[in-house]
């Protein structure tokens, strides 16, 4: 069984940036799409950007041209490069993966999560 364990989280000022990553850890077959989402408090969790194990990218309106996802697949890691962040980044963001494993069987897992708190 794949686990995710999402690190990098922290407290950053307004207009900063933040690298999150996403680490896989344990035995599949392959990795296929990965996504990061976020929860604010009082919200529902959102989708932030995805990205195929092609390397295709999809992001929502609110970030496009702030985030970047990438992924290193020697590193079974998946990255959020955040830039000019904002106060309503502020959230817990998590990664999820769309995992197949050695029989061809496929599953979703979702890592535990990171906080993000952008101040003003």
């Known amino acids: 069984q794949v686990q995710l364990a999402e690190s990098g989280g922290g407290l950053v000022q307004a207009g900063g940036s933040l690298r999150l990553s996403c680490a896989a850890s344990?035995?599949?077959?392959?990795?296929?799409?990965v996504a990061w989402s976020r929860q604010a408090p009082g919200k529902q969790r959102e989708l932030v950007a995805s990205?195929?194990?092609?390397?295709?990218?999809n992001y929502a309106d609110s970030v496009k041209d702030r985030f970047t996802i990438s992924r290193d697949n020697a590193k079974s890691t998946v990255y959020l490069q955040m830039n000019s962040l904002k106060p309503e980044d502020t959230a817990v963001y998590y990664c999820?993966?769309?995992?197949?494993?050695?029989?061809?069987?496929?599953?979703?897992?979702w890592g535990q999560g990171t906080q993000v708190t952008v101040s003003t």
């Open positions: 990205i195929t194990s092609g390397g295709s990218t």
């Open positions: 344990g035995i599949a077959f392959s990795i296929d799409d």
């Open positions: 999820n993966g769309l995992i197949r494993a050695m029989d061809r069987s496929q599953y979703t897992v």
